[in-house]
């Protein structure tokens, strides 16, 4: 690997490169500080240079030179992924895409773009073009991008109509370049999205994305406060099940997470008050409030527009998916989390099960999707650490009840996923990527197919600790 | 009773009357012939006049006229309706909308009319005002009005996405003239729209209507065909199952009906092809291609604007809902159908077990709809009318087998039911209309509060054959 040699060719292209030690640093991060367990592993990571490229040439350029000079080449949005795909695990070059924010085109029920336009941005150009939206973003919508969505995410606020990223039709297309020494472009679609989409991209670069979208409504963020957890499940799963009532976000909060960590919610709720967070389309709330009134203990504390709380709490989906977590620990730094699957036959039940047995070690949150045509619920669930072990054993626990964990606490796709690798993905890395020189250490079966997931991955080929420090 | 006295009286008032004799019975007549039962009861029944308003103060007058008369009053849009909904079983006043077309606004998800416009109508002006469409529709959309889907239909094209008119949300608001001394006007919200929404008028005069609307796309029409029925229903249910894939309709036809019905797809299908039909979002197409290769069996014989048949089939949604009765009357005139839910848990094997028990003599015309969020199937099957006895039989054993019916070859709103009151509906019936002039003899429980159900109602109130004959 010739580190220097890249960078003076890439430079000599009229590439955009960063060397600048501070700033490499800081756009070698993302946020797998949310885990205790990734801070311990890969605080000290850190590439050593940063290509931003302009356009998909650039791209290209940057992919040949790191393959014929053996630069691991990790790729990033934003950095708001919070499962250490982003961290340049053996160092080398970041490749920043924060610069390629074209919108190439909108039409009804389509649009076309770069990868590292603001998933915030794209929404108002679509809406502004002709009223339009994407059907899905992350709760990091103002500051992620939608190649770092895609390439990271598995669905979030909008899934509770529309399902998740890897559901047939939530992705129209990529376009990806593969690290070769000439790079090739691949235009990508129908089954084989699932080749590059969620795959950190450790087996091409996407280049060009075709999204599907939705109408734009001015959407209704509403709080509801429940005595009884139960009942604000429930009221939840009826509500997403209402073929007829558009909705956007369906989340679920334990006591006393709203009074805990919400601050400017916490005035209007109690410390046993259960939280139900929603956004309802502007024409579905009379419906909505037909539904509601069906619930006793639903108590209607914010609604968006008509509510006049001294400090106004900003957007409603900004305290659901990713952004819970990111609010709990802003006032409890011990705070961390889980992925739990909860199913479609009898979550509620389930739920139930786990908080009996784990509350208030472990509190619920739940987020209410859409699965295969019927109504599921995920747990983005918090836990207050205390060791590495207690955490394991309360995986544990929740698997042996039934729930499905999806480890947010380690950072190979498969131990985020299912532990087992993707078939697919595993061979378009063999032909996109030969060497292996992109984002490497996150595909455990490229390194290890043998690997037993006894324990947690740790790749052989991490930057030591003592080599940043 | 004066009908004299109330066509004078309205005459004078400036409405327009009709009581010219092939033009009264004319409009005295809907699509009652679907049913060979209906035929025989109701084939004599004409008004003595129609009253045209055209605006919902003539409504007011009419009603408050013929209230004072003492003039049944049987209202109707298109005449479209196959329950004999529109049927004036003892003469009087037809209240015919079809004048009252306005669209008094459209917003982004909303749209306001008034009853008597044309689905197809509304669906163009809300299309050219801002790429919005009903969320749902009738087969009869080029014929049939909202007001007459609204008041005497359930669901439609659309169904498979956004359920029934019956879920809350899908109708957002009906404005209601009572029949009275004096009518009032009355804003119907919430679930009190359930009083008068598929209340044949029995209750209440619908003037103005608040209705949802969805994005307006090119739909894509396309037919498969499958050599295995129950392949043809798998694909079909996985289909709309399929969260992120947007689609309009998924009919399921078992063989021959495409062949022996469906003049323009039969040179295309072979006897024993089930044919499925679909109308796809166009940045859908992608998905769908993807979704559909999986199944081996099913071979796609036709694409909107792809397919180069020598004679276009026309709108895909034509052939699905009642039309599909509609195209096997007019080729064999014994035929007939019925209204049967197969529900959500197991709807493919139940509809298996009804084929093998009744096929040929009764044929599989499957609708795949969602339901309390998740996907359900219902049989608007085809039947071989030999006797009313018969029928009754076919009947009895779909429903010993688990299959309910919706009886469509009776005129009360109980028997096209579960056989029960509605006691919303008869509730505002007490209070919109004491005299029991609005549509008279639709509403059993109204008349006859203690019918059995064992026999088929026939209202003593019916105009005797003889006195039409």
Same mark, same amino acid.
């Given at each position: ?43 000290? @990571? *850190? ?8 356009? %998909?040439?650039?791209?290209? #350029? $940057?992919? &040949?030179?790191? /393959? !014929? ?106 376009? @990806? *370049? ?8 691949? %235009?990508?679609?129908?089954? #084989? $999205?699932? &080749?590059?989409? /969620? !795959? ?117 989906? %900004? ?151």
């Amino acid at each position: 690997m010739s580190i220097q040699a890249a960078i003076d060719t890439l430079t000599a292209k009229g590439i955009d490169i960063d060397t600048n030690p501070p700033s490499v640093k800081s756009k070698s991060r993302d946020f797998f500080w949310y885990s205790p367990v990734l801070k311990d592993r890969l605080d000290h @990571v *850190v590439a050593d240079f940063v290509a931003t490229p302009k356009s %998909e040439a650039e791209v290209i #350029d $940057i992919l &040949r030179i790191c /393959h !014929a000079e053996d630069v691991p080449v990790t790729t990033r949005g934003a950095g708001t992924g919070n499962y250490g795909q982003a961290m340049p695990l053996a160092g080398g070059c970041i490749l920043h895409l924060g610069k390629m924010t074209a919108v190439k085109d909108i039409a009804p029920g389509r649009v076309i773009c770069e990868p590292g336009i603001l998933l915030k941005d794209l929404d108002a150009a679509c809406k502004a073009d002709s009223g339009q939206e994407l059907r899905m973003f992350s709760s990091t919508w103002a500051t992620a991008t939608i190649g770092g969505f895609i390439a990271g995410g598995s669905g979030g606020v909008g899934s509770v109509r529309w399902g998740g990223l890897r559901d047939v039709g939530n992705i129209l297309r990529l376009r @990806v *370049v593969t690290m070769e020494a000439e790079p090739r472009v691949m %235009e990508i679609t129908g089954d #084989d $999205i699932h &080749r590059v989409a /969620h !795959a950190y991209g450790t087996n091409g670069i996407i280049t060009e994305i075709e999204m599907p979208l939705a109408p734009a409504y001015d959407w209704v963020g509403i709080f509801l406060s429940f005595k009884d957890f139960e009942e604000a499940l429930r009221y939840s799963y009826d509500l997403a099940a209402c073929d007829g009532l558009l909705i956007k976000l369906a989340t679920i909060f334990e006591a006393p997470i709203a009074k805990d960590y919400f601050q400017r919610v916490a005035p209007h709720v109690a410390e046993d008050d259960a939280v139900v967070a929603l956004m309802v389309a502007p024409h579905a709330m009379p419906g909505w409030e037909t539904f509601t009134a069906a619930y006793s203990g639903a108590k209607t504390i914010y609604v968006q527009g008509q509510t006049d709380w001294p400090r106004q709490p900003g957007h409603v989906f %900004e305290y659901g998916w990713n952004h819970t977590t990111l609010r709990a620990l802003k006032v409890d730094p011990s705070i961390t989390y889980l992925q739990i699957a909860y199913g479609a036959d009898d979550p509620i039940a389930l739920i139930g099960k786990v908080k009996e047995r784990l509350s208030p070690e472990v509190l619920q949150h739940v987020e209410v999707t859409r699965s295969g045509g019927r109504v599921t619920m995920s747990g983005l669930t918090l836990v207050k650490f205390t060791s590495e072990e207690r955490l394991d054993e309360i995986i544990a626990m929740h698997e042996e009840m039934g729930a499905i964990n999806f480890n947010p606490h380690r950072y190979t796709l498969e131990e985020g996923g299912r532990q087992t690798v993707d078939d697919r993905q595993l061979a378009f890395k063999r032909e996109a990527d030969p060497k292996g020189l992109l984002n490497p250490g996150k595909m455990i079966t490229w390194d290890d197919p043998d690997w037993s997931y006894d324990s947690m991955y740790a790749w052989p080929g991490l930057q030591p600790k003592t080599a940043a420090e």
